[in-house]
């Protein structure tokens, strides 16, 4: 293992400046130093790496040190946004999401593909995934070769490190090894992820959570997810595993256990209704939640009772992970917002009651109702992390596959 502690190090110090140099850029070395307390030999010496491996560029600046007078311009830094183009895919019950995006996370390209994907045999999700992905690609006037990595965002239970799906509600079959399957179509190496690691991730780069290295994420849509970052990074389980909030214990019997799930995820909250007529077209076209809003909206309809409950039920889950892990914000996302503030204020007001008086104001609930393309774009952000991280040497990236 000791022979091996320079390595690590050497690919940790290489992602910090990476990182330093996508928050802060336009960054001299100097600052780079002084944000990361590396060594001033030790930026130079990675910098110098990047700028050999077209990774990052530089960018000349007048002396600020005195604006009237002439000086030696500084050197400033930069990610080179033609480094690495990558895919991601948000892949929901009832349709595609995919984002091209340049080195520096920035959209190329987007497209979406309204489909019935819970509907359908695992052969025929790979065919869109497949099409999508390509279609992509072509909508930005590049083709596979030009891209580097892909990486598609699903609900449910993912092994990040195999790519296994262990299980997901828009998969009928348990255990598919989809990274494989997708990395065998396209000829690209292929990540698979928790939507709720991909959107936590989108956060952190471009949203809600670009101020902060330590946050929550709470996904509620079909299932709900659980994403942490901590230093940075996504805490993930044995084997890269994501984390099924859906799937936590409020209440157990001899006879029974009652889930998260049951109180809280949308078929929960849609109950017998989403069964017939209208609402349960609305629930097939992906429009559930705007209907349900509707409903709601008018007097004594036992949806309104159903999402007071379901609020309830997650607030009191987010006071319980606020007790355990005491981040400073918690960013909660998902379709299930839109069942508006009957919902919110419930979760609130749980949340209050259940949260220690002792920490009650450490963390910071915030709603966003983020965009399919954010999500897209998050599972882009979680391709990049890999080549990011990936060891660089003179002729570039190594694929990590």
Not at 77 to 103: C, Y
Not at 363 to 373: G, H
């Amino acid at each position: 293992m000791k022979t091996a502690d320079p390595e690590l190090m050497r690919a940790i110090n290489r992602f910090t400046v990476l990182d330093k140099i996508r928050r802060r850029g336009p960054i001299s070395r100097v600052e780079i130093s002084e944000r990361s307390q590396l060594s001033t030999t030790t930026v130079s010496a990675i910098t110098a790496s990047l700028l050999d491996d077209g990774l990052i560029l530089t960018r000349h600046e007048g002396d600020i040190r005195n604006t009237a007078a002439r000086g030696r311009p500084r050197v400033m830094l930069e990610l080179n946004p033609d480094a690495a183009r990558v895919v991601g895919a948000k892949i929901a019950n009832n349709r595609l999401v995919f984002a091209l995006t340049n080195f520096c996370g920035e959209v190329l390209s987007q497209l979406t593909i309204p489909v019935g994907v819970d509907r359908l045999p695992i052969g025929v999700i790979s065919d869109l995934v497949e099409d999508g992905v390509r279609r992509c690609i072509v909508d930005a006037g590049l083709s596979l070769s030009d891209i580097d990595t892909v990486c598609l965002g699903l609900p449910g239970v993912v092994e990040h490190r195999t790519g296994k799906v262990r299980s997901s509600p828009i998969f009928r079959e348990t255990d598919i090894n989809f990274a494989e399957e997708m990395t065998s179509r396209l000829g690209l190496p292929t990540i698979v992820e928790s939507d709720a690691h991909a959107i936590a991730l989108s956060h952190h780069w471009f949203g809600q959570a670009r101020d902060l290295d330590d946050f929550v994420i709470v996904s509620l849509e079909q299932t709900l997810g659980l994403a942490l970052l901590h230093n940075g990074q996504v805490f993930r389980g044995a084997g890269g595993l994501s984390h099924n909030l859906g799937d936590l214990v409020l209440g157990a019997t001899s006879e029974e256990t009652l889930r998260l799930s049951a109180v809280a995820g949308e078929t929960a909250i849609f109950g017998e209704q989403q069964l017939v007529g209208h609402f349960a077209e609305a629930v097939r076209l992906g429009r559930g939640m705007a209907h349900a809003q509707a409903l709601i909206a008018s007097e004594n309809n036992p949806l309104s009772g159903a999402a007071i409950r379901a609020g309830e039920a997650v607030g009191l889950a987010i006071a319980n992970i606020v007790t355990l892990f005491g981040p400073p914000r918690v960013i909660i996302v998902g379709s299930t917002l839109g069942l508006g503030a009957v919902f919110t204020d419930s979760l609130q007001q749980s949340y209050s009651r259940a949260i220690p008086s002792s920490i009650s104001e450490v963390a910071e609930l915030v709603f966003d109702q983020s965009t399919d393309e954010a999500w897209a774009q998050g599972a882009a952000v979680v391709a990049l992390r890999e080549l990011y991280e990936s060891p660089w040497g003179t002729t570039g990236p190594a694929s990590s596959l």
